[in-house]
């Protein structure tokens, strides 16, 4: 979650390099509530736990963890073993309608405003959709990328086990 203005001047990727070099993995098109529920119905079927990446497609940052996940062999079996992971895609741009912005409003209220913290945030869901924990990202950074230690500290505090014991 740095912030861009920095990230360039750090002489990292601009962000429209970033978009078009990393894998595209939000589905602006679909109902979040809906993939939300989905996700929980196969959180409860499973004995796992949902993790929504809060973000978007304009966000450099959460292609960035998205990309992560998927190449780091210890971060993606934890993923896997442990929580249905979703990209919960947030427009919250005016331009969008107002049906949108309302749309994106009661999204937010549902996972407990994490938007608060910035993007990508990860809110971790019990299997009845109750928030056990947002997380904001920029404690899992570690200069242009994200730390494996911490993120997999942070996921294995909120795994089933951990909070089932």
Known sequence: MKKLDSLDQAGALKPAQVQTALKKVYNESIDSMAQ??????????????????????WCPWCLKFADFVEKN????????????????NYNRRKTA??????????????????????????????????VLHIQDSS??????????????????SWTPQAIKG
Do not use: S, W
């Open 36 to 57: 939300i529920d989905e996700a929980l119905a196969k959180a409860k079927k499973n004995g796992k736990f949902v993790i929504c990446q809060v973000g978007g497609n």
């Open 73 to 88: 062999a210890a971060v993606n079996k934890m993923v896997n073993d442990n929580f249905e992971y979703i990209h919960v």
């Open 97 to 130: 309608g107002d049906a949108a912005v309302k749309k994106a409003e009661q999204l937010m209220k549902r996972l407990n405003n994490p938007q608060r913290f910035g993007f990508p945030v990860f809110v971790v869901l019990d299997e009845t959709g109750k």
């Open 139 to 156: 404690f899992l950074e570690e200069g242009k990328g994200y730390n494996e230690e911490k993120v997999l500290r942070f996921l294995k």
